[in-house]
């Protein structure tokens, strides 16, 4: 199998926090929440609304790249390609799949990338594996390869198996979606505007197990201490806006203002799905965005009360753009991803593949998705071989956030240049 060998690295709650290297085991164990619809709908079978486990893809055969690009055959998730395979698979690559004119319209979202790794030390690592690790330095010089080689993808997307090793990420991931909703908001309270999003309270470190979703919403445990962001119409929003993590506001005035996750109080949650489904509210076949919202909407009261058995409980910040994630820069639709960043480091590029059950020319049958994607985000249910990609907004973003669930291939991108050169 093959090995990265030298020098190396790995980072929604979002930003990054410290550094983090972690051994990969080969088995997946993992059996997740993850946000957006998912978290309110339960999977088909599944006793508690958790997830199951994806499909699995078996390892690939032993490859036959150059000794400095093997990995070690001990526990690995992430295995080098032959250069035959990974020329075919840099061929599918389609910029249109990700609503994308061109590669280089990447260049943006690559350089938000670039600042971020050149931040990080370079010579620490920033993803270890048993028998090897690639340091922070080695993830920004693959970085700024593929950004001087955007200009000629597009006429020849083979260059990128021939300046870089991909490294298949195995058992497959799954591969779910968020977005960021807009919604109608009031900066005051008002008469039809009655639910606060709330900035977080001063003493919330001291004290987050004092503020759960029951003493804030029913408790009024933040009343009075000018905390409210602004207000918003059902009584389900604030839930689906901590649920996303953040989305954009649309005042009386026209002006339209970003928000954004600024901190929580750590405590477990739960899906408003699920909790609606345990108490009969409403039945499985009518968990979806809209019935959730019509049903807040005519019983405000019990619906109150019913959230307040997810504990957890998220705070918010304005921010100049509808989306942010843990880079402190905007997200890109079909670009962006959220990561368990002990699997895959913020910063690193990657190429992605999925199908999409919404297509994207809104007619026919699922699309798949063969690009290029970045590392950008992070969050608390992002964990093990989880991949969450950020959507956008709007309708399109908001149908296929609600059945993206689909088990993915990912290519972690390492250029040849950075694996031999020690930085």
Not at 151 to 176: H, I, K, N
């Amino acid at each position: 199998m093959a090995e990265i060998t030298t020098g190396a690295a790995v980072p929604r709650s979002r930003p990054g926090g410290p550094l983090l290297a972690a051994v990969l085991a080969c088995a997946l164990v993992f059996l997740l929440l993850g946000c957006g619809v998912g978290d309110y709908v339960p999977w088909p079978g599944s006793s508690g609304g958790g997830r199951p486990a994806p499909a699995r893809r078996p390892r690939i055969s032993t490859p036959s790249e150059p000794p400095e690009y093997r990995l070690s055959q001990a526990p690995a998730a992430f295995n080098a390609l032959r250069g035959s395979e990974s020329r075919l698979l840099a061929g599918q690559l389609s910029p249109a799949s990700q609503s994308l004119r061109s590669f280089t319209d990447l260049a943006g979202p690559l350089r938000f990338s670039l600042e971020y790794l050149s931040r990080m030390p370079q010579d620490a690592p920033a993803l270890v594996r048993p028998g090897g690790s690639l340091s922070w330095g080695q993830l920004r010089r693959s970085a700024e390869e593929l950004l001087a080689a955007l200009p000629g993808l597009d006429q020849d997307p083979g260059m990128l198996s021939e300046r870089f090793v991909w490294y298949e990420l195995a058992p497959s991931p799954l591969l779910t979606g968020y977005y960021s909703p807009e919604m109608e908001a009031s900066p005051v309270r008002a008469p039809g505007y009655e639910y606060p999003l709330y900035a977080p309270p001063p003493d919330l470190a001291a004290r987050p197990g004092s503020y759960d979703r029951r003493s804030v919403d029913l408790g009024q445990a933040l009343g009075g201490r000018g905390l409210e962001l602004a207000w918003l119409k059902n009584p389900a929003d604030p839930f689906l806006m901590q649920t996303e993590g953040g989305g954009s506001l649309r005042f009386p005035d026209g002006s339209v203002r970003g928000v954004h996750f600024a901190a929580t109080n750590s405590l477990p949650f739960k899906g408003l799905g699920q909790i609606l489904l345990d108490a009969g509210a409403l039945p499985k076949e009518r968990l979806n965005r809209e019935s959730i919202r019509s049903w807040c909407a005519a019983n405000s009261a019990r619906a109150l009360e019913l959230m307040a058995e997810s504990k957890s409980y998220i705070f918010f910040r304005f921010t100049a753009a509808a989306s942010e994630g843990a880079l402190g820069k905007p997200l890109t639709p079909l670009v962006s991803l959220a990561t368990d960043p002990s699997l895959l480091p913020l910063g690193a590029v990657a190429v992605l593949s999925a199908p999409l059950s919404v297509p994207l020319s809104g007619q026919g049958g699922p699309e798949p998705l063969r690009g290029l994607v970045l590392a950008q985000d992070s969050g608390a249910d992002i964990r093990g071989l989880r991949l969450d990609l950020y959507l956008g907004s709007g309708e399109r973003a908001e149908r296929l956030e609600a059945s993206l669930r689909t088990p993915a291939t990912l290519h972690l991108l390492v250029s040849k240049s950075a694996l031999r050169a020690r930085p």
